[in-house]
């Protein structure tokens, strides 16, 4: 395998170079760059790796360090596609997305573009909610960031304790949990009564 150098650097970071090389090494096959299919389930190793390395903490010099460090000899083999705030976008996507499983099957509606706009949502339930809603509704990423903009999620869940209140109806808990099922069996009715039919 032919990799990059990696002196100069703490055995640390020299072991997620070769683990990032290993993983790339790996997934390119036959082709002539690493993401020539979707790349989000490539990226989230990559990011697992980094993640690992600095153990979640990816605000701390030590991640600085070591992200830099291998984006140097990702560039130098694979180009601009690995700069520093590329891998910490896809470390982010780990801290975003711990279930690879969850990865692999959102992978097959959502591009990676779909998966960066969804990063940035600071609750695990509206990204769920989101991620769910671009499965079924076949949102692409403008729409997707529209949604988000317009608080899709939070109008939906006031209604929600709005209705609970007045008649005694199901948690918001148990709601987003029937939602969900909704989402997935496209209930027209389900979803009309949520106002979302139109989404």
Not at 134 to 161: F, M, P, Q
Request: hydrophobic residues 35%; glycine residues 4%; charged residues 25%.
């Amino acid at each position: 395998m032919n990799k990059a150098s990696t002196t100069k650097t703490t055995p640390g970071t020299s072991r997620l170079i070769d683990d990032v090389l290993t993983t790339l090494e790996a997934a390119r096959g036959p082709f002539a760059r690493p993401a020539t299919t979707h790349p989000a389930p490539l990226y989230w190793r990559i990011g697992k790796c980094i993640y690992d390395a600095v153990r979640g903490n990816l605000r701390s010099s030590k991640a600085v360090t070591m992200i830099n460090a291998t984006s140097r000899n990702l560039v130098d083999q694979y180009g601009d596609e690995f700069v520093p705030t590329a891998l910490t976008r896809m470390t982010q996507f780990v801290a975003s997305f711990p279930d690879y499983e969850t990865v692999i099957t959102l992978s097959k509606n959502l591009t990676w573009k779909h998966f960066d706009a969804l990063i940035d949502v600071d609750d695990d339930r509206k990204r769920d909610f989101y991620a769910w809603m671009c499965l079924v509704k076949k949102w692409n990423v403008g729409t997707l960031r529209k949604k988000i903009s317009a608080e899709l999620y939070e109008r939906t869940s006031h209604a929600d304790r709005q209705a609970a209140a007045s008649k005694g109806e199901p948690s918001l808990e148990e709601f987003e949990s029937q939602l969900m099922n909704a989402l997935v069996s496209r209930d027209p009715k389900i979803l009309k009564y949520l106002g979302i039919d139109d989404a």
